[in-house]
């Protein structure tokens, strides 16, 4: 009987990540949390050995084929259909030239070259199926949002999912090695909404970069980004569209001012994203909407921006809000903390795990700005309140760093690849 050698660490991994690139500026169009997640991950993977290399969608011919964002990590970029144009939902008619392009890519090099395929959201799940299939290696996928869970939890005026998309992240599950969740509310959600594998589903709790989201000094933070010295700063971080649910916010403002005029003379609500998804149809809503309120002159719209500089906004913030519909982690909610401003969330998916509720910040029941509003003065009018929040949230925050998640993710690899060599053991068993 011949037994292969089990592989503890995968040597090269290729990580799948069709509709976003890694590159892209988070906040803005398709880019968001996951972007955060893929890039973190993927560097500090590469630091304890494992090579990765990103595959996305070219969306300009201004950058070349292959990136090197960091030692051991290469962005590959892959075309499939026109630069520009192509919306999310315009993608699937393009996963057979994406997919045409990875393979031909390992096609290449010499056979196992890469150990496995990690794919993120359901378009690179279906690309990495084809993959794992022609390679022989596991997959694991990365759901980050679901479409059964996102139809479940619409705010108002946005659009249902396709039917199309439920059944390939259906398709996913089934073909995928490991399905990987954010917390145990989402694996019991793709167990329980998708019949996945529960012996096939893994949590890996999600991460902060606690080098660059750190606590400093709130008055510097301000006069950096041009914010009043004095008073309250409410902050809203994100892509603009209906399941972030900014307006709520805006809403909140005009009851607390309606319910306490002096507020209008210390408080600034600054909201720091672009456009995306069901938002784009309508990128002025929000600016219109203050100013139907009649708050207009207390909001601040600001362009998504770069990490070092969106940490100077979680310094020179009261709290943070994120009103959310749903939310797989929401990784807004642990930088926020581990820069020692408290947070103020929707009950929601994974913001039940990203925010220790009393202790780091305060979660919502519902999305009623009424009840927003009531909770904001709360925090607004007590310093002591916001003083033992921010201990909380810096204690809180620290218990996710991004090594520790890379290294749960590596034994999830290895869990994978062991499960393979055992098959094929088996299957040279019987057939000899």
Avoid at 97 to 106: I, K, P, Q
């Amino acid at each position: 009987m011949t037994v292969l050698p089990v592989r503890r660490v995968p040597q090269r991994i290729a990580v799948l990540s069709v509709h976003t690139s890694p590159l892209h500026q988070p906040g803005t169009g398709d880019a968001g949390g996951m972007n955060v997640y893929i890039v973190e991950l993927a560097k500090r993977m590469a630091a304890m050995g494992t090579e990765v290399e990103i595959f996305t969608r070219a969306t300009t011919g201004v950058l070349p084929p292959v990136v090197e964002l960091a030692d051991g990590v290469k962005v590959r970029h892959i075309s499939a259909g026109p630069y520009e144009g192509l919306s999310k939902e315009d993608l699937p008619a393009q996963l057979c030239a994406f997919t045409s392009g990875v393979l031909r890519v390992e096609a290449r090099r010499e056979p196992g070259y890469f150990d496995l395929v990690h794919s993120h959201y359901w378009l690179s799940g279906q690309v990495g199926w084809l993959a794992k299939e022609r390679w022989g290696v596991p997959l694991v996928h990365s759901m980050h949002t679901m479409a059964r869970v996102k139809n479940a939890f619409l705010a108002e005026g946005d659009v249902p999912e396709p039917s199309s998309r439920i059944i390939g992240e259906a398709q996913v599950v089934a073909a995928s090695d490991r399905l990987v969740a954010n917390t145990d509310d989402e694996a019991a959600q793709l167990v329980g909404l998708y019949g996945a594998d529960s012996d096939r589903v893994v949590t890996v709790q999600p991460g902060v970069n606690l080098e660059l989201f750190r606590p400093g000094d709130a008055a510097e933070a301000r006069a950096r980004l041009g914010l009043p010295v004095d008073g309250s700063v409410l902050l809203f971080v994100g892509r603009i569209q209906p399941l972030k649910s900014p307006d709520i916010l805006v809403r909140a403002t005009a009851r607390m001012v309606a319910a306490d005029p002096s507020l209008r003379g210390r408080l600034t609500v600054a909201i720091v994203g672009g456009p995306s998804g069901t938002g784009c149809a309508s990128p002025a809503h929000l600016s219109d909407l203050a100013r139907s309120l009649g708050v207009a002159d207390l909001v601040r719209f600001a362009p998504a921006v770069p990490q070092p500089e969106l940490a100077d906004w979680f310094r020179a913030a009261c709290v943070t809000v994120v009103p959310s519909y749903n939310e797989s982690f929401g990784l807004v909610a642990l930088e926020s903390q581990a820069c020692g401003t408290p947070v103020v969330a929707a009950a929601v998916g994974g913001l039940t795990t990203a925010v220790q509720h009393g202790q780091s910040g305060l979660l919502v029941a519902g999305h009623d700005p009424d009840t927003y509003a009531e909770v904001l003065r709360g925090v607004v009018d007590s310093p002591r309140l916001r003083a033992e929040l921010a201990v909380g949230a810096l204690d809180h925050a620290v218990r996710f760093g991004w090594s520790a998640t890379a290294a749960r993710m590596l034994d999830v690899y290895t869990g994978a690849l062991d499960e393979r060599v055992s098959e094929l053991v088996k299957d040279r068993e019987l057939v000899g």
